[in-house]
């Protein structure tokens, strides 16, 4: 039993040299579990003796000579390093369709916020009220729009203290976010984000519908779409679309688009919210509804049976 209880001390002591150092201190602006490089000599000698123990590890990549790295390091933050700008975007949202009809303005998109590929969040709503008269929905990364958002709530405080009765018309806040996103361009930071902009303009008596782009370009039309949608919807749209459609015609006319887009973006889900603005103001952005699929068509059943080494 000695000779077992000397073993395991053994394997133990060297299970620990081999293991990676622990953490020694803790960063308050960071949390548990990280150490950055500088806040702590000892732990980054450990980590130093390590990586010099580490270093004759080849790297994965294969090349016509043989490299070698230093082992990585846990991810860290350092809370005084200089502010970075984004890149690419993460959490993102696809298509946002809209189109004019007799009385007002009908609005469509998804709950899906996709991290990379990975359909992650499901419930986020993409349309927001603006003010008395205005309906805002969104395309791409939620984190940008969440910035917009407060951008519009500081607009909307601002119109609210005036208290002249005047509100901004939708055109006002679809020509302020092309400023928003146009300066943005201008600075090499864009915001990750495609903005439809419905509305009933109280001033000229009629719907008001634009779209706008992330890096600020821009157009006004009767009928607009987002991301994939702009390829897939706005042909049903022009083949389709009257100026004396009823709510009806136009909500059967916003579903079969949206039934064309599921059917082909795989970063759509089968779950949306309809949003609709009249000259009474903008309605209640609806509760969460599926359209009927079908999935039955012959090309559906055996996708791969022209494709050979598909899967």
Known sequence: SRFVVHTHNAFTESKKKNMRPSRVSHSAS???????????????????????????????????????????????????APTTRTQTPYVTGTSVLAIKYKDGILMACDTL??????????????????????????TGELSDFDYISTLLDELEMADFCQDDEC???????????????????NK??????????????????????????????HYVDDHVATGFGNHLARPLFRESWKEDMTEQEAEKLLKSALLSCV??????????????????????????????????????VNPTKFAPGAW
């Open 167 to 185: 509100p901004r018309t939708p055109k006002e806040i679809y020509n302020y976010l092309v400023r928003v996103m146009y300066n943005r361009r």
């Open 188 to 217: 090499f930071d864009p915001l990750w984000n495609s903005l439809v902009v419905s509305g009933w303009d109280y001033v000229e008596k009629k719907p008001f519908l634009g779209c706008v782009g992330m890096i600020g370009q």
């Open 113 to 138: 916020g996709c991290y990379g590929s990975t359909k992650r969040y499901k419930n986020i709503q993409r349309m927001k009220t603006v003010g008395k008269h205005t309906i805002v929905g969104f």
């Open 263 to 300: 059917m082909r973006d795989k970063m759509m889900m089968n779950k949306f919210q309809l949003s609709k603005v009249t000259a009474d103001g903008p309605g209640e952005i609806s509760e969460p509804f599926a359209i009927e699929t079908r999935w039955g068509y012959e090309s559906y």
């Open 30 to 80: 960071i949390g548990p579990g990280v150490v950055p490089r500088g806040v702590d000599p000892d732990y980054d000698a450990e980590v130093a003796k390590e990586y010099e123990a580490r270093k004759h590890v080849a790297h994965h990549r294969k090349s016509e000579t043989t490299t070698f790295i230093k082992a990585g390091r846990p991810f860290s933050i350092d809370p005084n």
